[in-house]
């Protein structure tokens, strides 16, 4: 079965491939976000799991209020047949990692975002 830590350099990866600098295990409000992505002005916050896809999506609920896109990272043996319904709901996106990146459901813009929230976030990142 894979484990979580082997999705993290996939998603690094592509990320990096498309021009994002790469960010992992990022404080946030009282816990931590696996993976933020920051290109430019633009913030992507990425929630990695192997299988547990609720948690995920609760914790990337979250993530909407500092980060312009969140998506769920799953193995793409439990990406499958999940509600995309409520990912489209919500606006989190939703990828598949099997060795490549496939984007199920593609993230829209957080209307949520804090301004604040947001400029602790990049302060964090700097630290």
Request: with cysteine; proline share 2%.
């Amino acid at each position: 079965m894979m484990l979580e830590k082997e999705i993290y350099p996939q998603v690094v990866s592509y990320l990096k491939n498309k021009g994002f600098n790469c960010y992992k295990e990022v404080k946030f409000l009282t816990r931590q976000i696996d993976l933020v992505g920051v290109k430019g002005k633009k913030v992507v916050a990425i929630e990695v799991k192997v299988k547990n896809w609720e948690r995920a999506f609760q914790q990337a609920l979250t993530c909407r209020l500092c980060a312009h896109e969140v998506y769920v990272a799953l193995w793409y043996k439990f990406a499958q047949r999940l509600p995309l319904n409520l990912f489209e709901e919500y606006g989190i996106g939703l990828m598949s990692v099997d060795g490549t990146i496939n984007i199920i459901k593609k993230a829209k813009k957080s209307q949520i975002i804090h301004k604040s929230l947001l400029s602790n976030l990049l302060n964090e990142l700097k630290s």
